[in-house]
């Protein structure tokens, strides 16, 4: 059974940045498909970025393109969010994500399966 663990979170100063990073361990983890997604109380889970399984081919949303880069090290079996000019509406719990269906849309949650538990994001002044 594959986990995910991400770290990274924490807070920042509006305009400031962070890295988050996402491991996978146990079972057998062949490289698939991964996104990242936040999510506030109240709030659905948005999709935030997404990667091929090769790191050829990336998704972003719009609210953070031009500012979010998603990379992932397969060697490592590691994804990470490199989150740069962040604004307060960025604060979220973070999610990284296993694709596991793909007749779903990169944006949408159920196309994902594998869930890690989060990391907080706070981005305030």
């Known amino acids: 059974q594959v986990q995910l663990v991400e770290s990274g979170g924490g807070l920042v100063q509006p305009g400031g940045s962070l890295r988050l990073s996402c491991v996978a361990s146990g079972g057998t983890f062949s490289s698939p498909p991964m996104g990242w997604f936040r999510q506030t109380p109240g709030k659905k889970r948005e999709f935030v970025a997404a990667?091929?399984?090769?790191?050829?081919?990336?998704y972003y949303a719009d609210s953070v393109k031009g500012r979010f880069t998603i990379s992932r090290d397969n060697t490592k079996h590691t994804v990470d969010l490199q989150m740069n000019s962040l604004k307060p509406e960025a604060t979220a719990v973070y999610y990284c994500a296993v694709r596991a269906h793909n007749n779903y849309r990169w944006e949408n949650p159920e196309g994902f399966g594998t869930w890690g538990k989060g990391t907080q994001v706070t981005v305030a002044s």
């Open positions: 990667i091929s399984y090769n790191g050829e081919v990336t």
